[in-house]
């Protein structure tokens, strides 16, 4: 399978240096159906962005800073989606909104490649993804105040109590997110896990950096840019509620 990213091992002096903090996914396969193996050989850059690799292959060379406006060719307002899964929402919102720029931000290879090909069977011009880790991404590889809107849709619930460390939303994961929200910019989040819904209020409102966009705690109605996806429909037919947030950076 091609990579578009370098397969380098660290070297021994960059151990040293290798994620101490837990990552908020686990490693899953890899593997292509034919569609998304076509649609992956023949991207060529056009929509999965080059990067300096640091220790691993989803880890972004912390010198490396995303130039925004080059990357698309003009000068937009910027969404970012953590954890883009399929690619279902942010084609959609991309195709929708052409006069805006999106960036999805992935670490599963199968999920970015059908990405690409949904991205490629409308044309989209307006789209770019990059397979990281997204706490690297929001630390270092996007300019401070780049991001209108930050997306997190359904991040794992790590429902365990012992797995609550790997969830992804965490006092840390604010102050990132406040890191590259510009002013007034939204920062969107969904979760269909009660428990992980009291705890996204909890340390964003924690945070004088945010308010909330409309009620006090933070809650809103499922806004026209985020479309119904698949897996939403498994955790409907489950019957669990799905709670949407908003916050605003102030």
Same mark, same amino acid.
Request: aromatic letters at 8%.
């Given at each position: 399978?091609p990579?578009h990213?370098?397969a380098t091992?660290?070297?021994?002096?960059?151990?040293?240096?290798?994620r101490t903090?837990?990552?908020s996914?686990m490693?899953?396969?890899?593997r292509?159906n034919?569609?998304?193996?076509r649609?992956?050989?023949?991207?060529? %850059?056009?929509y999965?962005?080059?990067v300096p690799?640091?220790?691993?292959r989803?880890s972004?060379?912390?010198?490396h800073?995303?130039?925004v406006?080059?990357?698309?060719?003009?000068?937009a307002?910027?969404v970012?989606e953590?954890?883009?899964?399929?690619?279902?929402?942010?084609?959609?919102?991309a195709?929708a909104?052409?006069e805006?720029d999106?960036?999805a931000?992935?670490?599963?290879?199968p999920?970015l490649?059908?990405?690409?090909l949904?991205?490629?069977?409308?044309?989209l011009?307006n789209?770019?993804?990059?397979?990281?880790n997204?706490?690297?991404?929001?630390a270092?590889?996007?300019p401070?105040?780049?991001?209108?809107?930050l997306?997190v849709?359904?991040?794992?619930p790590w429902?365990?109590?012992?797995?609550?460390k790997?969830r992804?939303?965490?006092p840390e994961f604010?102050g990132?997110a406040?890191r590259?929200?510009?002013?007034? %910019?939204t920062?969107?989040?969904a979760?269909d896990w009660a428990?992980?819904?009291d705890?996204?209020r909890?340390?964003v409102?924690?945070?004088?950096?945010?308010?909330?966009?409309?009620?006090d705690?933070?809650?809103?109605?499922?806004? =026209? %840019?985020?479309?119904?996806?698949?897996?939403?429909?498994k955790?409907? =037919?489950?019957g669990?509620t799905i709670t949407d947030?908003?916050?605003?950076?102030?």
């Amino acid at each position: 399978m091609p990579e578009h990213a370098p397969a380098t091992p660290p070297r021994p002096d960059d151990l040293s240096r290798f994620r101490t903090q837990p990552v908020s996914f686990m490693r899953r396969s890899g593997r292509l159906n034919p569609r998304q193996q076509r649609a992956w050989d023949a991207d060529d %850059g056009r929509y999965l962005l080059e990067v300096p690799r640091h220790i691993a292959r989803t880890s972004v060379d912390p010198a490396h800073v995303l130039d925004v406006a080059a990357t698309y060719g003009r000068s937009a307002p910027l969404v970012v989606e953590i954890g883009s899964g399929q690619g279902e929402a942010v084609v959609a919102a991309a195709a929708a909104a052409p006069e805006r720029d999106f960036l999805a931000v992935e670490v599963y290879t199968p999920g970015l490649a059908q990405t690409v090909l949904r991205a490629a069977q409308r044309d989209l011009g307006n789209l770019r993804l990059l397979q990281a880790n997204a706490a690297e991404v929001l630390a270092t590889t996007l300019p401070p105040a780049s991001v209108d809107e930050l997306w997190v849709f359904f991040p794992d619930p790590w429902h365990k109590a012992r797995h609550h460390k790997r969830r992804l939303v965490t006092p840390e994961f604010v102050g990132l997110a406040a890191r590259v929200l510009a002013p007034g %910019g939204t920062w969107r989040l969904a979760t269909d896990w009660a428990h992980y819904a009291d705890q996204m209020r909890a340390v964003v409102e924690a945070d004088d950096r945010f308010a909330p966009v409309a009620r006090d705690d933070g809650v809103v109605a499922r806004f =026209d %840019g985020r479309v119904r996806t698949s897996f939403e429909n498994k955790a409907h =037919d489950a019957g669990r509620t799905i709670t949407d947030l908003a916050y605003r950076r102030r």
